[in-house]
């Protein structure tokens, strides 16, 4: 597998309107909200992971989460949090690196639309061990990449089913795994997958 190039994340929302980024989605994913719907998930704190628009974040927070939502990109996060508070709402977004993390609490829910899949292969498994320590015992991760289905080796990497459950198994049950779109800019939409893993 070669590696892949990514943008400078932070010079990206410097230069970019966040409406024109590919995984842009100004509304809460439907895989988010079928999920909070089958799961009766309503309340408790959450945890945005890669937030960058904000717009995932903003939407949980309407719903009646405690949201804590992080990304790499200051300019990012200021941007999301002038957004959250033209809307009155309480939103926590932080600066904050997955892989080298300052969050120091354990969350009921943490959400992943888009972080994990741009993640250097050799970093997966301190992945998995940050996001584990920061999640309650029996409480889910809901994990969207692009899926193996999703043509070309351009921009996020792509996983099956079974990868998915292997690089989670040490702290995670693989709940369910469906095969989906990524909802945002891009026409036709990426394929992906939606994954809801819950911490052992």
């Known amino acids: 597998m070669t590696a892949r190039e990514f943008p400078n994340w ?14 842009f989605n100004p509304d809460l994913d439907p895989d988010v909200e079928e999920a909070l719907l089958t ?4 309340s408790g704190t959450l945890l945005d992971l890669g937030t960058g628009p904000g717009t995932q974040a903003i939407a949980l927070a309407e719903r009646g989460f405690q949201v804590i939502a992080t990304d790499l990109s200051e300019t990012a996060i200021r941007q999301a949090a002038a957004k959250a508070k033209e809307k009155g709402l309480e939103v926590s977004f932080r ?3 997955i892989l080298n993390s300052h969050l120091d609490r354990s969350f009921d829910l943490i ?5 994990f899949h741009v993640l250097p ?4 498994g301190d992945y998995v061990q940050t996001v584990a320590n920061l999640l309650k015992p ?3 991760l809901l994990l969207k990449c692009f899926s193996n289905q999703q043509p070309g080796e351009q921009g996020p990497y792509r996983f099956t089913p079974e990868e998915i ?3 989670f198994i040490e702290r995670f049950h693989l709940r369910s795994v469906a095969e989906t779109v990524y909802h945002g800019t891009l026409n036709p939409l990426p ?3 939606f994954c809801i893993l819950e911490k052992q």
């Open 10 to 23: 932070e010079a990206l929302y410097q230069e970019k309107s966040v409406e024109t980024m590919p995984w």
């Open 39 to 42: 799961h009766d998930l309503n």
């Open 95 to 97: 600066q904050d690196d």
């Open 111 to 115: 959400l992943d639309r888009g972080c």
């Open 121 to 124: 292969p050799e970093s997966r």
């Open 138 to 140: 029996k409480k889910y």
């Open 165 to 167: 459950g292997q690089i």
């Open 191 to 193: 394929k992906a997958l």
